[in-house]
């Protein structure tokens, strides 16, 4: 399994131990959907959607390439 797609599970008992709150066999009880309720929503930029590309390609239209610009 490559580096880029292992699972961070330091990180999963950091933030149920100590953010939460929660005890071992507490956090490993859960299922995946109730430890994601738990945690709240995420925070950061929403994703974009067709709309906001639309509006980045109006904005920023490719440009036509010459013969020598690969």
């Given amino acids: 399994m490559s580096a880029a797609r292992r699972f961070d ?4 008992l950091r933030v149920g131990l100590s953010r939460l709150g929660l005890l071992p066999d507490q956090l490993w009880a859960l299922t995946p959907a109730e430890f994601q309720l738990m945690l709240g929503p995420k925070s950061g930029p929403a994703p974009l959607l067709s709309d906001g590309l639309a509006a980045l390609m109006a904005a920023y239209p490719d440009e036509t390439k010459g013969a020598g610009d690969g």
């Fill in 9 to 12: 599970w330091p990180a999963l």
